[in-house]
């Protein structure tokens, strides 16, 4: 993981206590990732993604490229 502190959230759209995910998008700018974590295990292991990429990712989501489940 890179240096400097993630300030970790949750998505307005998650269920409190639900199974999340949270994002650090604080890195961006110094680091150029966002890291992701599973909100049940804020200890554990934690991914970090270009930023490029990962906006790519939820753009896509937004616009419903992936289909809706």
Request: glycine share 8%; hydrophobic share 40%; with cysteine.
């Amino acid at each position: 993981m890179t240096t400097g502190t993630p300030r970790w959230f949750t998505s307005s759209y998650s269920e409190h206590g639900g199974a999340c995910v949270e994002v650090a998008i604080n890195l961006v700018a110094s680091h150029g990732v966002v890291p992701v974590r599973d909100s049940k295990n804020p200890n554990g292991p934690q991914l970090a993604f270009p930023a490029a990429p990962f906006a790519f990712f939820v753009a896509s989501i937004r616009t419903e490229e992936f289909g809706t489940v």
